[in-house]
């Protein structure tokens, strides 16, 4: 038996994403989750809480932080009641796809193989398995898996020009989950703190392995807007999800900043392997 907490920090300032964050939610809402831990910020913070509150009712654990020292420090507030086997990161710009029973069988495999982390969305057309290519795998009934290491990572970067070691996009292991919101890393601070993005770990961040990872068999969610460098792998892209506005981040005044950040990161990796 897995305890699964699911665990969410997000904002939701606009109409489209109050949208999203909905429809979300209605495509796993049926998952045996210990509880969700859920912090709403943004204008449509109460509205999305309310629906929230309607449909999970006693699971529900409420929050409403927006401290202006930011999104880690919000997250850590929250950590007492973060203690499952694993913790779920919703993001609400993903869709599941997948059945739930799917979904509980594959978190139940992560237990039963010890797995630290694994991606639930990105799966790219079938190409997020490409980024292991060379790597020995062993084979369960829904993942594949490995124990992720320095030495291995350097055959990873190859294969698919820069892959995260870890994404916020996650399914991780709760006391891994823990590490990672009390760390002060990376010391250089490559996201605003507003943001939950330095939770990801860089190609170059091997100070966080070794670590087992999983592998989905099959793709469980999918991206509504974000086609992740796979041309035609989200969901709008495949006309499963409406176009009602082009796509927008609430970091969208530092993306060039940030992707010159991560550029530069990939380039250095790949001057060293």
Known sequence: MVSLNIFANFFIDTQERFLRVQDSFRSFKDISADKWIINIRGRYAQETMAILRDQIGDKLNAHK??????????????????????????????????????????????????????????????????????????????????????????????????????????????????????????????????????????P??????????????????ASIDDDHDVKGSCLQSRGLYPIREGRTTYTQGYLQKIDKIVKNIIGKFKRRI
Not at 206 to 214: F, I, S
């Open 65 to 202: 932080r927006q401290s202006n020292e930011g999104w880690f420090y919000d997250t850590r507030q929250m950590l007492s009641d973060i203690n499952g086997d694993y913790v779920f990161f919703w993001l609400e710009d993903h869709i599941n796809l997948a059945r739930i029973e799917l979904l509980e069988n594959t978190i139940a495999e992560m237990k039963e193989h010890d797995i630290d982390y694994m991606l639930y969305t990105f799966w790219q057309n079938g190409q997020l398995r490409e980024r292991y290519r060379g790597v020995e795998l062993l084979s369960g009934n829904k993942i594949e898996y490995f124990t992720h290491t320095a030495e291995n990572n350097r055959i990873i970067q190859k294969n698919f020009g820069g892959s995260y070691l870890i994404s916020a996009a996650s399914i991780v292991k709760t006391s891994l989950f823990h590490k990672i919101i009390l760390a002060d890393d990376p010391i250089q601070k490559r996201w605003p703190k507003e943001t939950p993005y330095d939770f990801e770990k860089a």
């Open 204 to 221: 170059t961040d091997v100070h966080w392995l070794p670590m087992n990872v999983g592998i989905p068999k099959q793709e469980l969610f």
